[in-house]
C-alpha cells in the first residue's frame, strides 16, 4: 500500500456565478462532482478529513450570487485514482467494487462506440 505521510496538499477550486437561489445546492453538489472528476484526470484524489470550502455572497447590484468552491486533494497516480475514493488521513478509501465495475463497463461501451 501506498504511503501517504506528508503528501504535499493540492487546492482544486471553482468560481462562478448562479442566478437563483433555489439551485445553490444542487449546483454545489454537481460542482464538487466536477471538480472530483478533474482531480482524477490528473492523479489526484480527495482528502476526506479536510472539508471542501464553499462561499457564497450576494451582490446587490447585479442580483446574483458569487460562490467559490475548494476541494483538498493529494496526488496518488493516475492508475490509483481510478480505484481510490479518496484519503481520510493516511488511509485510503477504496472505491466500493460495484461502482468501480460500472465505471469499467461504461468506459468499455465509450471505446467501443469510436
Known amino acids: 500500500m501506498a504511503n501517504f505521510h506528508h503528501k504535499p496538499i493540492k487546492r482544486f477550486s471553482l468560481e462562478g456565478i448562479i442566478y437563483d437561489d433555489a439551485s445553490i445546492a444542487r449546483l454545489k453538489g454537481e460542482y464538487l462532482k466536477l471538480i472530483t472528476s478533474g482531480m482524477r484526470i ?13 462561499t ?11 460562490f467559490k468552491l475548494s476541494i483538498y486533494g493529494i496526488y496518488i497516480g493516475k492508475k490509483q485514482s481510478e480505484c481510490i475514493m479518496g484519503v481520510d ?16 463497463r461504461g468506459q468499455e461501451s465509450q471505446s467501443n462506440q469510436k
Open 56 to 66: 457564497i455572497r450576494y451582490n446587490e447590484v447585479t442580483e446574483y450570487f458569487e
Open 42 to 54: 490528473s492523479g489526484h484524489v480527495p482528502r476526506i478529513d479536510i472539508d471542501p470550502d464553499f
Open 89 to 104: 488521513g493516511l488511509a485510503p478509501i477504496a472505491i466500493p467494487q460495484s461502482k468501480l465495475k460500472e465505471s469499467l
